[in-house]
């Protein structure tokens, strides 16, 4: 029995270890993206004051960061109608309040010092993260509960009323690898593509993976086979390797490291289809190339072709090719 409890202690050691490595590696890769900051001007635990509980303000402004616009909301300075916020989180709280990410205790007093919980710091995540009250993704009173079952904490955490630093820095280290609502996108990947944070970094540091333009039509039928990509004669031709219904095609690119467009018939980048034939009696026109224009010659590139109901604005998207790629030339 003792051999039993000890072993039993040493699987809780070992496992704690494990979490509280993968908190401070999480902590200092969000101190790196710029996205936390501490009381030192470098980074230290000491630093986060991670025992202490967070204020209202403190939260809004921790928020705000992780969502990288502390910038913008400098600059745009939103008006808000409560009388308690300190000067340093005004902008803050204008900014969230004009973006509904947060509400006063009452019309004019926000509780800017006072003492945030666990609840209202999963509501504001969670509307950070695209999720909306009013469209019935999840109840203010049940919001822990809702951060829960998406994985923003355990219910250890859940079980909290008060806020502890610790506590908001976990949230928001586990909200940057969270989808963000009907999306296969993370909130880290969204700030990546918005230019907020470094992808670069953010990849370094574990927070996102490599892109693909596969990962972003994962969910799409691939049918239309593979493609290759080449470049010569100053355009690159997508190879199509079976013949394509030429109505509804749209191509997609991403140069490697940057965010996926899409590409358009006219302008600086744009594609134009290849010869058109018709093999049987029908009337439908399939073609074998693409021809691109106006990507730089010295730099890597992906594409994927998309087949849709329409090339209009509004379209769905029915099949796709597999993902090609144009290396360094």
């Known amino acids: 029995m003792k051999k039993l409890v000890i072993s039993a202690l040493c699987v809780f050691t070992m496992l704690t270890a494990c979490v509280q490595a993968e908190f401070e590696n999480d902590a200092r890769a969000l101190y790196d993206l710029g996205l936390i900051k501490g009381t030192g001007e470098s980074f230290s635990m000491e630093a986060l004051d991670l025992d202490r509980n967070a204020t209202r303000a403190e939260a809004c402004m921790t928020l705000l960061r992780m969502l990288g616009k502390e910038e913008k909301a400098n600059y745009q300075a939103n008006f808000h109608p409560f009388t308690d916020v ?66 923003l904490f355990d219910e250890t955490v859940g079980a909290k009323y008060e806020l502890l630093r610790r506590d908001m820095i976990e949230i928001i280290g586990k909200a940057m690898k969270t989808n963000i609502r009907d999306s296969y996108r993370t909130l880290a990947e969204k700030l990546c593509d918005d230019g907020a944070v470094n992808r670069v970094l953010a990849e370094e540091l574990g927070f996102v993976k490599p892109f693909s333009l596969s990962d972003a039509f994962r969910d799409v039928p691939e049918t239309l086979g593979r493609v290759f990509a080449k ?36 302008g600086g980048i744009r594609f134009e289809k ?56």
Not at 238 to 257: C, I, Q, S, T
Request: glycine fraction near 10%; proline fraction near 2%; include cysteine.
């Open 86 to 151: 300190p000067e340093w989180a005004s902008a803050c709280i204008g900014w969230l309040y004009e973006n509904r990410i947060v509400n006063g205790a009452s019309e004019t007093y926000f509780g800017a010092e006072d003492i945030a919980t666990v609840k209202q710091f999963s509501a504001m995540t969670l509307r950070a993260l695209g999720y909306n009250e009013s469209e019935g993704d999840f109840e203010y009173e049940n919001a822990a509960e809702k951060a829960i079952s998406i994985g």
């Open 231 to 266: 470049f010569a004669d100053g355009k690159t031709t997508l190879e199509l390797e079976k013949p394509a219904e030429h109505y509804g095609l749209r191509v997609f690119y991403m140069e490697k490291g940057g965010v996926m467009a899409e590409m358009k018939t006219a």
């Open 274 to 329: 290849g010869e058109i034939s018709y093999p049987d009696a029908t009337g439908a026109g399939y073609v074998k190339e693409i021809y691109v224009y106006g990507l730089e010659k010295d730099k890597e590139y992906s594409f994927i072709v998309i087949k849709t109901t329409s090339e209009g604005a509004n379209y769905m998207v029915t099949d796709r090719s597999a993902e090609a790629e144009r290396s360094r030339v």
